[in-house]
């Protein structure tokens, strides 16, 4: 895989209350690595009367991981776990064999929702294994010339995550400053950058919010150029060797997988448990291809 640049907009849409960019899947690229699922919340304004809730939904085959940059979120899910988003802390959720969660607004939080939620696809390995759930409050932090560099996941310049990792991949929250600064990357990791504000020139090309900056694979680094104070989140990994199916909130690898599992979720089989949320459990109609039988 050679080193490229393909720019592409991301897709508005809409996630209980809240304006998402969705970065990635895209037509022709379904990951980055085990990436598979991009979705750049907000800056929203989260009042009274108005913030992110998402009931209870189910998920399989992927890893959830949310990172904000402003406000406050709450997961809950059907491990048992009640725990508080904030900016700066990294909430990771594995769904295996099956779980479901809901993410509310807090109630009490006034103020800007800004932030990002990713899914990972799980391997075959463990894709078929118990749900789990960690957060981290804290994270590694590595100084790169003009920028402090997060590492949510995996290993990147000197900082290793303790965030659980089924496979070769690494996501990074990057605050740069005004300038350059060099970032180390593997030759053997594709790259992708995702701008939340501001803008970044690299490679000849220039990224910003509402975009998806593919950087293909090959390259030993990276130089980012800067006009302002920008935030932006790099993820990579080795290109995911699995086809990967989706469809809703479901990962998996045949579209049998992802109609027996939507089968169970509508059956409210124990296979994704209970979630203790006063919002709705969420229920959408069978998968497209099912209508053909029908
Ligand atoms: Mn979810």
């Keep these: 895989m050679q080193p490229v640049l393909e720019?592409?907009?991301?897709?508005?849409?809409?996630?209980?209350?809240?304006?998402?960019?969705?970065?990635l899947p895209r037509r022709g690229r379904r990951t980055v690595g085990a990436w598979c699922f991009v979705d750049h919340m907000g800056p929203a304004e989260v009042t009274e009367t108005h913030g992110l809730d998402v009931g209870p939904h189910p998920h399989i085959g992927l890893q959830t991981v949310t990172w904000l940059l402003e406000g406050e979120v709450l997961h809950?899910?059907?491990?048992?776990?009640?725990?508080?988003i904030r900016p700066g802390e990294l909430n990771l959720m594995t769904a295996g064999h099956g779980v479901s969660h809901a993410e509310e607004a807090t109630g009490a939080y006034r103020g800007p929702l800004h932030g990002v939620q990713l899914w990972v696809a799980q391997p075959d390995a463990t894709r078929d294994g118990d749900p789990a759930f960690e957060h981290l409050s804290a994270l590694p932090q590595v100084e790169l010339d003009q920028c402090t560099a997060t590492v949510l996941v995996g290993d990147f310049a000197g900082g290793a995550s303790p965030a659980r990792r089924d496979t070769e991949h690494v996501g990074v929250d990057l605050r740069l400053r005004t300038g350059g600064t060099v970032v180390p990357l593997r030759a053997d990791f594709e790259y992708a950058l995702v701008v939340f504000d501001g803008t970044v020139s690299l490679a000849g090309g220039?990224?910003?919010?509402?975009?998806?900056?593919?950087?293909?694979?090959?390259?030993?680094?990276?130089?980012?150029?800067?006009?302002?104070?920008?935030?932006?989140?790099?993820i990579g990994g080795v290109p995911f060797p699995e086809q990967v199916s989706m469809w809703w909130n479901y990962v998996a690898r045949?579209?049998?997988?992802?109609?027996?599992?939507?089968?169970?979720w509508n059956a409210e089989s124990p296979r994704f448990g209970e979630v203790a949320s006063l919002l709705p459990r969420i229920t959408?109609?069978?998968?497209?291809?099912?209508?053909?039988?029908?």
């Design 284 to 294: 959408v109609g069978p998968p497209p291809w099912s209508a053909q039988h029908g």
């Design 76 to 84: 809950r899910d059907s491990l048992g776990s009640e725990q508080l």
């Design 254 to 264: 045949t579209q049998a997988e992802i109609s027996a599992a939507h089968a169970d």
């Design 7 to 23: 720019i592409t907009e991301s897709r508005n849409t809409e996630l209980g209350g809240v304006t998402i960019r969705r970065a």
């Design 206 to 234: 220039t990224v910003e919010p509402g975009h998806l900056g593919y950087l293909g694979a090959g390259r030993d680094e990276v130089r980012l150029q800067t006009a302002q104070p920008t935030r932006a989140l790099l």
